[in-house]
């Protein structure tokens, strides 16, 4: 069984930056894509942004320009920058291993934005 460990998760001020990991407990080459996805209160969670096992990014629009997702296959982790924090970006936030049509899941990390 494949564990995914979010960590990092903080209160920070509009504006500040905070910096997530997952760690694998095996290697992330295992998965064809890893991502980060969020869910802020009373919402549906939804894409923040996803790396292939080649290296290529994709973020949703929301967060372009903002954050920065790269792996560390060494470390066997997954990272996400954040920087230029808003209030609604407040959310837990979830990362995910995708191999063949199954979907790992870590267990999430509270990131809140707020002065």
């Known amino acids: 069984q494949v564990q995914l460990v979010e960590s990092g998760g903080d209160l920070v001020q509009p504006g500040g930056s905070l910096t997530l990991s997952c760690v694998a407990s095996r290697s992330i080459s295992f998965f064809a894509a890893m991502g980060w996805y969020r869910q802020g209160p009373g919402q549906q969670r939804e894409l923040v942004a996803t790396i292939t096992n080649t290296g290529r990014p994709n973020y949703a629009d929301s967060v372009m320009d903002r954050f920065t997702i790269t792996r560390d296959n060494g470390r066997d982790t997954l990272y996400l920058q954040m920087n230029s924090l808003k209030p609604e970006d407040t959310a837990v936030y979830y990362c995910?291993?995708?191999?063949?049509?199954?979907?790992?899941w870590g267990q999430g990390t509270q990131v809140t934005v707020s002065s």
């Open positions: 995910n291993g995708k191999r063949a049509s199954r979907d790992y």
